[in-house]
């Protein structure tokens, strides 16, 4: 137990750049993410094609392979990106704004055409009508599957530890090499560490859910 | 696109321009991609090192690099999935069962280790496993997977069973069964063939996750592509990556596209299965034939 007290301060240097990257590549994520969204439901068949290509390649693709691909492939063929944080954020934003993409699609198509359509039938331009009518309605269903999404990319910077990133996982696997008598009370720490950033969010993703639900 | 929220149906000169813009916005990735392609080129990526493919170097041959890279290589990564996913299914069930008792006793517990499972990385279940009780890497990759896919597919499994009508329950009550007979003879069953596409896209989730074993050290499809490269040479690892790449998206977009079929079909019959639930008698006939 004492060995635990002793090793915060690396555990928190751990949790800090485990922030980091959950943060960086979930502002990322969602931005690109968002642009897919636009290209899957765009008027012009050629970009929705392109952005159901992306976003099915990228869903059905380990991220063990897209951190490999940053690391080991590309520095190969010319492109060498500094080790550590940067190809690690591009990892995980390459992985995660697929399943961004998905969230934000499902929550456009949820709202129903008959809104669309009435907002149009009562005189609204194309600007009120998704201002007023079909992005609130939107932007609710789609908070509670966003949050998921950025609660498993959490959970999926550990990867990072495999290459060459010293953020939490990475930090509970030394410790418990310099700790072997301890090694369930070192990765029970690291697992506490995550856990307050998994569980309240998860939390708070099921409470406006049920509200949600409950409003419709 | 008809039926669209965002737009109003398209007339025919926005037609027109839809289908002008939606060539010339393909042009342009087309030109997009031949730039890439011809950069590709300059760089010198296409030359012999493709040949590992039909006649690598260092005295191998062909059949070897395939042998190593879709029989040991794809052979480990499903034999983690293949061990993994009965494990969790069953974990999930057990996990499912106290998560919905309706003793607070039973439910609390349930309800605390699923949140612990959810909220943990893989990974790191993985190096419980491997450095806090001593596993192999085999085994430790099969225990984070088994268990964060349990509280996953518990999670599933306990949606499925809210989904039910609540006339399923009442009418096992009903004929005398206890809760442990409605659970087995008329909820699980149909909450199994409900969430099949949910199930089966989890299962491409955990086939994912078994790529995690490339960093507890179990040789699996990456760390066989890994060790391809470290014999033949560093050049050969963009065709190496491109390989394991296409077999990952072959394996899993089929799975996937095998959940969407199945999910197609469930909601065609939606109307049917709205229909059974009404003639239960029916499909109880069916139970107690099979029953001793």
Redo the contacts between chains.
Sequence with gaps: MDSVIESLPKLWDGFTTTLFLAVVSGVLSLVVGTVLAAFR?S?????RI?GATIV??G???????VF??FV??LP???YILPLGRVPAVIALTVYTSAFVCEAVRSG??S???G??EAA?AIGLGTVQT?SLV?IPQALRTVVPPLINVL?ALT?????A??FAVVE??AT??SL??DFPTD??WM?GG??FF??VI??PA?TIAGAIERRVVFSR | MSGNVLYDAPGPRTLRIERIASIAVGVLIVGFLAWVVVGMIDRGLFNERWAIFTDPPRGQSAEDVWYSLLVRGLGATLRAAAVAAPIALALAFVLAILRTSGLKLVRGPAVAIIELLRGMPVLLMMFFGLLAFGLTSFEAVVFGLALYNAAIVAEILRAGLAALPKGQVEAGTAIGLTRWQTLRIIQLPQVVRLMLPSLISQFVVLLKDSSLGFIVGYPELLRTMQLNYSFFGDQYRLPLFVAVLAVYLIVNVTLSRLAVYIDRRLSERGQHAKQATVLLPAGLDVVETKGP
């Design positions: 439901v008027p012009l068949r050629s970009l392109i099915e390649i869903r059905n693709t380990p991220l063990t392979l490999v691909f080991f492939i190969t063929t010319g456009i198509n709202v129903g055409v809104q669309a149009r998704l079909v609660i959970k999926n910077t550990s990867v530890a495999g939490l996982t509970g696997r418990a090499r090694v369930l990765l690291v697992a995550y856990l998994t569980i998860g």
